[in-house]
């Protein structure tokens, strides 16, 4: 009763009619070449590393190569910040170690280059002014 009020009756004798010449028209159409196949296979894994690449390594190597070049460029005089969070004056510097000045005794205190986490920018107003 529903399919008569429908008509989905003769739709669906139509489609059943119309599908049976086709169908070795669509096997033919679905043969696909080994070379698209892989590019559909590999594709993927393919997009997946290039944005790996772009969100994570090429904005790690950037900071690893500014570190670098900050640690390069240390100088007696620059006010640095450690990662222990010590803060401090650096007097001397020397192959894999740096002299620092810390507090307001200026106690010495040596650390490896590789331990200091930045320099900082700081600027005396007047000569009476100290950094410890």
């Known amino acids: 009763m529903l399919e008569s009020i429908l008509g989905l009756g003769s739709a669906v004798a139509e ?6 010449p086709t169908a070795a028209a669509t ?3 679905q043969e696909v070449s080994p070379v698209v196949s892989l590019l559909f296979t590999f594709g993927p894994l393919v997009l997946v590393f290039v944005i790996f690449w772009f969100m994570m390594i090429r904005p790690q190597r950037k900071k690893d190569k500014q570190v670098k070049e900050m640690l390069n460029n240390l100088k007696a ?19 894999d170690t740096v002299k620092l000045s810390v507090g307001r ?5 040596v650390v490896a280059r590789w331990a200091i986490r930045s320099v900082e920018e700081v600027q005396i107003e007047n000569d009476a002014q100290e950094l410890n």
């Open 105 to 109: 005794d200026n106690t010495a205190m």
């Open 27 to 29: 096997a033919a159409a």
């Open 77 to 95: 005089g620059d006010r640095i910040c450690t990662i222990g969070g010590i803060y401090g004056t650096i007097t001397g510097v020397q192959d």
């Open 15 to 20: 489609g059943a009619a119309a599908a049976a």
